[in-house]
Structures are given as C-alpha cells and as structure tokens.
C-alpha cells in the first residue's frame, strides 16, 4: 500500500490509503471506536495485490479526518464526503466495499450515484429499514478507551475468542485513545438514533440498481443476519448473499482466504452481471 496521504474534500481534510492501479474500489470501514481505514483494510488490498485501485479513507470523525466545522458525523455527511472524495481523485466509476457503518454508507452511496458506482459489497451491514439497535452495538459505540474497553469491544466482534489477543487488545486500545474526544460525539447516549440514522428507506434501496453483495457472519451480534442482512433481500434489486458459519462481525478477519476469494470473484471486471 502506498503512503497515507491527505486529499482535501469540500474543504475539508480527508486521510486516504491507497494501492494498485487497476479497476477503482472504494473500501469503507466500520463505526467502532479507534477505527480506521488503513486498519480495516490495509490487509486486504496487501493479499488483494496490484489488481485494484483500492481506495480506503478514514471517513469524518475516525483516524485523521477530522469532522468539518459545525458537523456531527452520520449517514448524510459520510456519504456525500466519499462521493466528494472520489470526485477529488479524478475517479469517474468504482465499486464500493463497506463494513458495518459503512456497508450502509455504501449501499447510500450507490442510490446517490447511480452513474458512477459500478457494484457494492455490503459486509456485516447497516442500513436495512427498521433495523434495532443491538445490545452488542450500543456496547461498542459506549465502550471506553482503555485495554478493558477494547477486550471488551473485540469480544463482541468475533465469534471465536482466540482471535482476541493481547497485542490485538493493545493496538486497538491505543488507537482508541488517539480518536476518543471526536468518537464520544458521534454516537452519543441514547444511541438507537444512530442506528435510526444509518437505516436507509425502501424507496432508496429501490433505487439501488447495481449488483450488491452481502456478507455476513451467521453468529453476528452487533448486526445480527436477521435483523440487518436478511431484510435487504426484499428491497434490492440485484442481490445475493453469503453467510459464512462460526463468523461474528468481521468475516474479513475471521475468514480472511474465504473472504478474499468472495471479493476477488465479485469484483473481477470481466465476472458479467
């Protein structure tokens, strides 16, 4: 992966990661605290290889980009800032990966920009109407800046505990620490309006007309497959989805030479729709 570098959207500062020089692919991590576009995904487009233009930001409120003046984050701001982030890099069509928080930005995204968005693959998924704030949710978004906060917050991310080590509780501790002042405003008790916030309406799924993917851990409980992946199915026009088994909230973790496969064989330019 290339350098972190800094592209400036709507006069604001946007931290961006990229790789590759083929096909573009927008890549948008999720909500947790202490999360970032280069963590999410920068081992990923490692295994991906030179095949894709991968594109992975750290989207308003997480890493180094900053909330613009006067802004609160949510579902309005991140889309519009993705869309002006490719704009800025000069990036006409590409598809777009989401987890989480950012499935639902994708899935937003692709409604929006109907001529540029080519494809969406929506992992562990927000965004479905109606969907609940789950226990295990709630938990993440309040869960405090400390090694005990993060053992905590991983726990609920994977479905086998073995994946929560020590070295990953400390790095995801520190990065906590680094992004705590802006997190503690974007998700704000009660939180269940955050979750209301990321739900997209039927009218704007409807207007999804793009290949999507859906990927999702069948043990997820911070978006469980029956309240945020399964309702998709009626509203998208051009969706299939993948479950994997003993998988909680990150199969790109949990199932990584599985995962890779999926993306590699969705993404393929040449896969036909």
Excluded at 168 to 197: E, H, K, N, Y
Aim: charged residues 15%; proline residues 7%; glycine residues 10%.
């Amino acid at each position: 992966m290339t350098p972190l570098r800094t592209v400036t959207v709507d006069g604001s500062p946007v931290r961006v990661l990229e790789s590759g020089t083929g096909p573009a692919v927008l890549m948008l991590h999720g909500s947790g605290p202490g999360t970032t576009g280069s963590g999410a995904w920068a081992t990923i487009g490692q295994a991906l290889g030179e095949s894709w233009h991968l594109v992975a930001p750290d989207q308003a409120g997480f890493g180094r980009t900053p909330l613009p003046a006067g802004s609160k984050g949510g579902l309005r701001l991140w889309t519009e800032q993705a869309a002006g982030l490719m704009d800025a890099l000069g990036i006409d069509n590409y598809a777009v990966v989401g987890h989480s928080m950012g499935g639902a930005v994708a899935l937003a995204l692709a409604a929006a920009r109907p001529q540029q968005v080519t494809s969406v693959v929506a992992v562990s998924t927000m965004g479905a109407p109606g969907a609940p704030l789950s226990a295990d949710l709630d938990a993440i978004w309040a869960a405090p800046a400390s090694p005990l906060g993060a053992r905590d917050m991983l726990s609920r991310l994977v479905f086998d505990q073995a994946l929560v080590t020590e070295s990953a509780v400390d790095a995801r501790a520190a990065a906590m620490r680094a992004g705590a002042t802006v997190f503690a405003s974007l998700f704000p008790a009660p939180r269940a309006r955050w979750a209301d916030d990321l739900a997209l309406s039927a009218q704007t799924l409807a207007a999804i007309r793009v290949p999507v993917l859906l990927v999702h851990g069948a043990q997820d409980r911070v978006t469980p497959l029956g309240t945020a992946a399964q309702p998709l199915l009626d509203h998208l026009a051009d969706v299939r989805l993948h479950v994997f088994g003993r998988c909680g909230h990150v199969p790109a973790i949990e199932h990584p030479h599985e995962f890779r496969q999926l993306l590699s064989c969705f993404l393929r330019p040449d896969r036909g729709h």
